[in-house]
């Protein structure tokens, strides 16, 4: 059945994109007027909040539109007519370059001598091999007298006069197309503008939905969204078109409005817009001017206009991404350049961005956001998992230390690497992890912690952001007033007595190498916090071991377990260890996902425990807690509001 569905897939695919390619003269149009739809729904969204009736909003925004479209389109015939004109002039300027360059070598070189050759080997080759016996032959041969040889007789083929309608046809006949496109394009518009909400109602029940209500709030949102993006580029593209016109016009470029438009037009391609924009205007630069200064001009003015649109203002405006990963980029530019030429080439952003956008708020086609978006692929949890699983912590620990960029390390453990262990343990649970699997994932914890241990688990400057599309993709995950964004971090001198130990706090692994990687994670952050903390295996617990386990200084004890399906041996533990530690306060932390509060309170109950944590951020909450002691920093802020009073 799998075989078969790939089949389908591949074969509906095939028909798909034949559909594209054949019917281009229909869809070209179409997408022409979504992607305006797009730029055009809030003009037409202002006009109705002034009380302008839907109709005559857009039938004015469209004729407002096409009328500047038309304009622009007549401006650039005429430029294109005038730099016709004028390039016959630019002929000799080119000629005296190339003869200037030549005259900078020193005599004729070996490449130039060696085409010299190849041309008169070429013309003794084209020489016909009849030559001298032909002259021989001419005359007579033998006593007889040849007759001459017959000159050709230039015959000229005229057509009839063409008629008037001839004429009219002849003329007529290269707008049709354009026209026609153009009206298609105009009816789609208008309609599609007329009927928003119809249509999205229809996508809506083609792609079904459990959930309506939130399927139309997220369309609405994506359409909101790309309206925005699409106008916002436009503009962007539009001022950036503006200031090459004048800087060329500036410099001398001959029709400089026209090359304004160009790189306006072309910017909309990705990458390689810009670079073919500025080789019309540096090649007129070499054509025109007899030295090189102003071709130096032209492209000193394209090196510092495209970086600082692309890199600084793009960024401030509406963000660092169109929301598109560079490879699909580049995928999505030959794709629809193949499809539809150069107009696809222009296109080929923003129809991914719109297929993009509905795979991100429409279930069925969720593929397409994997398959182009810029967000992973897999979860944050997912990732972390695979580079334990994989042995390159070091990875992971540069990718924390981007999170750690907006958020804390107590939710970096919890909601992405105390996630990943949750995996890895349902794995294990149903017999994919061996041994050494297991042994293999602890020591990439242990060595993940180890690189995280200089990081102080402070709230970050909110001036700090990260660029990283996976830490990104984590951060949102948490929120900026979590609860364990702000736990407090301890001095050693504030602590009392008890808890002055070298190891105060003991983390004990309940069964598995997984509890032991989580128990790895809880002892950093305790230590990040002030409590320093020492980690015991699985082993320890046992009948033999729990007696010769070394407890100087331990004042509090975290019983560790990524499952809850033990509860007799969490029972037992929790007795071992308060036969050994009677005066420790034992936290029982079962970090099982999505398990609810009562639950907790339960097995807490039946191991005997004092107290229970459903994450690492709350142990050490609650060790914290333990020790009595406030905050060292909100302490010095109340003092000092009391010595300012």
Same mark, same amino acid.
């Given at each position: 059945?799998?075989?078969l *569905?790939a089949?389908a897939?591949?074969i +509906?695919?095939?028909?798909?994109i ?21 730029v055009?729904?809030? %003009?037409v969204g202002?006009l109705q909040?002034?009380?302008v009736?839907?109709g005559?909003?857009v039938v ?6 096409f009328? +500047?479209i038309?304009?622009m389109g007549?401006?650039?015939?005429t430029q294109l007519?005038?730099?016709a =004109? ?7 300027t080119?000629?005296?370059k190339?003869?200037s360059?030549?005259?900078?070598k020193a005599?004729?070189?070996t ?5 010299d050759?190849?041309k008169d080997?070429?013309?003794?080759l084209?020489?016909p091999?009849?030559?001298?016996s032909? #002259? ?5 041969v033998?006593g007889f007298?040849?007759?001459?040889p ?11 006069d ?8 002849t ?5 049709v ?8 394009i105009?009816?789609?518009?208008i309609?599609? +503008?007329?009927?928003?909400e119809?249509?999205r109602n229809?996508?809506?029940r083609?792609?079904? #939905?459990?959930?309506?209500?939130r ?5 609405d ?7 925005? %993006? ?7 593209n ?5 200031v090459?016109g004048?800087?060329?016009?500036l410099?001398?470029i ?13 910017r909309?391609v990705p990458?390689?817009g810009?670079?073919i924009? =500025?080789?019309?205007?540096l090649a007129?630069?070499v ?6 200064s ?15 649109v ?21 995928v $999505? ?5 193949a ?5 696809g080439?222009?296109l080929?952003?923003?129809?991914t961005?719109c297929?993009?956008v ?9 593929f397409?956001?994997?398959?182009f978006?810029?967000r992973p692929?897999?979860?944050p949890?997912?990732?972390f998992?695979?580079r ?5 912590p070091t990875?992971a ?5 981007e ?6 390390l ?6 992405v690497?105390?996630?990943g262990?949750q995996?890895a343990?349902?794995d *294990? ?5 061996d041994?050494e699997r297991?042994?293999k994932?602890?020591d990439?914890?242990?060595?993940f912690?180890?690189?995280?241990s ?14 990283d599309?996976?830490a $990104? ?9 979590a609860?364990n ?5 301890l001095s050693k ?5 008890g ?8 983390c004990?692994?309940?069964?598995s190498r ?9 002892a950093?952050l305790s230590?990040t916090h ?9 082993e320890a ?6 007696f010769?386990l070394?407890t100087?200084g331990?004042?509090?004890?975290c019983?560790?377990?990524l ?5 007799a041996?969490?029972r ?5 260890l ?6 420790a ?6 970090w099982v996902k ?7 309170e339960l ?5 005997k ?6 994450? +690492?951020?709350e142990a050490?909450?609650l060790c914290i807690?333990a020790t ?6 909100? *302490?010095k802020q109340e003092?000092?509001a009391?010595?300012?009073a």
């Open positions: 059945m799998a075989l *569905s089949v897939t591949a +509906l695919a095939v028909i798909i034949s559909m594209l390619y054949f019917g281009r003269d229909i869809f070209v149009p179409v997408a022409l007027a979504i992607l305006l739809s797009f055009l729904a809030p %003009l202002i909040r002034i009380h009736p839907r005559l909003a004015s925004v469209v004729i407002l539109a009328t +500047l038309f304009a007549s401006l650039l015939a007519t005038q730099l =004109g004028d390039l016959p002039r630019y002929q000799s080119i000629s005296e190339i003869q360059f030549r005259d900078t005599g004729r070189g490449l130039e001598r060696a085409s050759m190849l080997l070429s013309k003794e084209d020489k091999k009849d030559a001298p032909a #002259s021989r032959g001419s005359g007579s033998a007298n040849t007759p001459a017959l000159t050709p007789v230039p015959v000229e083929v005229r057509q009839p063409p008629g008037a309608l001839e004429s009219l046809r003329l007529i006949s290269p707008l197309h354009p026209l026609a496109t153009t009206g298609i105009i009816i789609f518009v309609f599609i +503008l007329l009927q928003r119809d249509l229809r996508l809506i083609l792609a079904g #939905s459990s959930d309506l209500q399927t139309t709030a997220a369309l949102d994506a359409a909101s969204r790309l309206s925005r %993006l699409f106008l916002t580029q436009l503009i962007l539009g001022a950036f078109g503006v090459i004048i800087g060329l016009w410099i001398g001959p029709s400089a409005i026209l090359w304004g438009i160009l790189a306006a037009a072309l909309f990458y390689i810009a670079v924009a =500025g080789a019309f205007p007129l630069a054509a025109i001017d007899p030295g090189w102003m071709l130096l001009w032209t492209l000193a003015l394209f090196l510092v206009v495209e970086p600082v692309g890199h600084v203002i793009e960024p401030m405006v509406y963000g660092h991404s169109t929301g598109l990963s560079p490879v699909a980029v580049v $999505s530019a030959t794709f629809w350049t499809l539809w030429g150069p107009i080439l222009v080929a952003t923003p129809l961005v297929l993009v509905l795979g991100r708020h429409v279930e069925r086609l969720e397409l956001d994997v398959m978006g810029d692929a897999l979860s949890p997912e990732i998992y695979q334990m699983l994989a042995g390159d990875e620990a540069e990718k924390a230390e999170f750690l960029k907006e958020r804390s107590a939710s970096y453990y919890d909601e690497a105390l996630k262990l995996l343990q349902a *294990s649970e149903r017999g994919a992890l041994q297991l042994t994932i602890r990439a914890v242990n060595e912690a180890s690189d995280l200089d990081q102080e688990d402070r709230p970050p400057a909110k001036s700090n952001s990260t660029t599309a996976e $990104s993709s984590a951060v949102e995950s948490v929120a900026e007033n609860t964004e702000t736990l407090p971090i001198e504030s602590l009392p007595p808890w002055q130990g070298e190891h105060p706090v003991l004990v692994a309940g069964r997984i509890d032991e990687a989580a128990a790895i994670m809880l950093q230590t002030g409590l320093a903390a020492r980690v015991e295996g699985a617990l046992s009948t033999t071991n729990v010769r070394d100087t331990v004042a509090i004890v019983l560790v377990y499952d809850a399906n033990g509860p041996h969490m037992y533990s929790v007795r071992r308060r036969r050994k530690l009677p005066k306060t034992i936290i029982l932390g079962c999505e398990i609810d509060p009562a639950a907790l097995l807490r109950e039946g191991a425990a004092d107290l229970v944590a459903a994450s +690492l951020g050490v909450k807690e009595g002691v406030k905050d060292q920093e909100a *302490s003092m000092s009391t010595v300012a």
